[in-house]
């Protein structure tokens, strides 16, 4: 099995929990690097990796394949133009980039070098996303006409310390939480005709939008995407309806809290959910009315970092790509200007 050697941008919040123990675990991949630019975290967990103090040492090594950008939104795109210029396949976090021509010319760039360019949109792996599309592909609710999905969470304070609470950094909730929502939204469903979208900030002395509500607009199915850090009793996190039944999904998927906790992906059971979380389904099929609780998929994070190895050993896209990344920064562009304007703003 051929190895791609990896430098990672940063070791903060989604480096530790999400693309070190994925890549550590995964056979294809050996991370060579780590970017740290005071601190040694890294250490504990992969004594066998580099922690090096400038991105430089990352870009300019010849034996590194891909580069992970998982540094503030701001930095994404100056630090993958500079990764694609060095001729390395790209990982970005998301948010891809803040704004569509700064997307657009990433884009460019990588078709230049040929290389792969790919966003981190791990939430499509979640169980309770893959059983959304399940029940949508095999028509268990008839005709959908009515798709909602919710990412709340409640923290009434102001982190102070986090770069995501402050103006300066270009971003807010509608970048991160709602790049997940819109791309999920958009995998289902493909572009919308237009949005309308509410953005605000509720919480005492915020510095940036901690709740929105989005309606995609599309002729057959309405789509409403909403997310507020003021939620300290969840609803349901999907509401599915159709013309034959309605499905109503709980709580979220596992697989975080593992990796917070220090599990591995590669252990047992991994990403299955509890019972007491698994969606309810209440529908006709086949002319049988079924109403009960039906098992939720197990989420499989792993699959992003197992596609984007065979998509680079095999020289094909990813399965999630650059231009797709692209079009949820289109969806959140259209989503400020509908807000600042109370207009739907139609593509």
Same mark, same amino acid.
């Given at each position: 099995m051929k190895t791609i050697n990896v430098g990672l941008a940063s070791y903060g919040m989604s480096g530790e929990i999400f693309h070190a123990p994925l890549l550590h675990v995964?056979?294809?991949?050996? &991370?060579?690097?780590?970017?740290?630019?005071?601190?040694?975290?890294?250490?504990?967990?992969?004594? !066998? %990796?580099?922690?090096?103090?400038?991105?430089?040492?990352?870009?300019?090594?010849?034996?590194?394949?891909? &580069? #992970?950008?998982? %540094?503030? !939104?701001?930095?994404?795109?100056?630090?993958?133009?500079?990764? &694609?210029?060095?001729?390395?396949?790209?990982? #970005?976090?998301?948010?891809? %980039?803040?704004?569509?021509?700064?997307? !657009?010319?990433?884009?460019?760039?990588?078709?230049? *070098? =040929?290389?792969?360019?790919s966003v981190f949109q791990n939430r499509r792996w979640d169980g309770d996303f893959l059983t959304v599309q399940k029940i949508i592909s095999e028509g268990l609710l008839g005709r959908l006409v009515e798709y909602e999905a919710h990412f709340d969470r409640f923290r009434n304070y102001i982190r102070h310390e986090s770069w995501k609470e402050h103006a300066a950094s270009n971003t807010g909730t509608i970048y991160n939480l709602g790049s997940h929502l819109i791309d999920q939204a958009l995998v289902l469903f493909g572009l919308p005709e237009s949005v309308f979208s509410d953005i605000r900030m509720l919480r005492t002395g915020t510095e940036v939008d901690d709740s929105f509500t989005l309606l995609l607009l599309y002729p057959e199915v309405k789509v409403t995407l909403k997310a507020s850090y003021l939620?300290?009793?969840? =609803?349901?996190?999907?509401?599915?309806? =159709? *013309?034959?039944?309605?499905?109503?999904?709980?709580?979220i998927d596992p697989q975080e809290d593992e990796l917070k906790s220090g599990k591995w992906s590669s252990e047992p059971d991994w990403g299955k959910e509890n019972e007491e979380n698994w969606g309810i389904l209440n529908t006709e099929i086949n002319e049988l009315h079924y109403n009960g609780m039906i098992e939720t998929l197990p989420g499989n994070y792993m699959a992003y970092y197992d596609d984007i190895y065979v998509a680079i050993i095999n020289n094909r896209k990813p399965a999630v790509t650059a231009e797709q990344g692209r079009d949820v920064i289109r969806v959140i562009e259209a989503a400020k200007e509908s807000s600042k304007t109370g207009k739907a703003i139609k593509f």
């Amino acid at each position: 099995m051929k190895t791609i050697n990896v430098g990672l941008a940063s070791y903060g919040m989604s480096g530790e929990i999400f693309h070190a123990p994925l890549l550590h675990v995964h056979k294809g991949f050996n &991370i060579v690097k780590i970017l740290e630019r005071t601190k040694n975290k890294s250490r504990d967990r992969y004594p !066998d %990796t580099n922690i090096v103090r400038s991105y430089g040492e990352i870009t300019d090594d010849k034996d590194i394949d891909l &580069i #992970v950008i998982n %540094t503030p !939104d701001k930095e994404h795109y100056q630090m993958a133009l500079q990764a &694609i210029e060095a001729g390395k396949h790209v990982v #970005v976090e998301k948010p891809f %980039t803040l704004n569509v021509q700064e997307a !657009d010319e990433l884009i460019a760039a990588s078709a230049k *070098t =040929g290389k792969l360019l790919s966003v981190f949109q791990n939430r499509r792996w979640d169980g309770d996303f893959l059983t959304v599309q399940k029940i949508i592909s095999e028509g268990l609710l008839g005709r959908l006409v009515e798709y909602e999905a919710h990412f709340d969470r409640f923290r009434n304070y102001i982190r102070h310390e986090s770069w995501k609470e402050h103006a300066a950094s270009n971003t807010g909730t509608i970048y991160n939480l709602g790049s997940h929502l819109i791309d999920q939204a958009l995998v289902l469903f493909g572009l919308p005709e237009s949005v309308f979208s509410d953005i605000r900030m509720l919480r005492t002395g915020t510095e940036v939008d901690d709740s929105f509500t989005l309606l995609l607009l599309y002729p057959e199915v309405k789509v409403t995407l909403k997310a507020s850090y003021l939620v300290r009793e969840p =609803g349901p996190r999907y509401y599915l309806y =159709g *013309t034959h039944g309605s499905f109503l999904k709980w709580g979220i998927d596992p697989q975080e809290d593992e990796l917070k906790s220090g599990k591995w992906s590669s252990e047992p059971d991994w990403g299955k959910e509890n019972e007491e979380n698994w969606g309810i389904l209440n529908t006709e099929i086949n002319e049988l009315h079924y109403n009960g609780m039906i098992e939720t998929l197990p989420g499989n994070y792993m699959a992003y970092y197992d596609d984007i190895y065979v998509a680079i050993i095999n020289n094909r896209k990813p399965a999630v790509t650059a231009e797709q990344g692209r079009d949820v920064i289109r969806v959140i562009e259209a989503a400020k200007e509908s807000s600042k304007t109370g207009k739907a703003i139609k593509f």
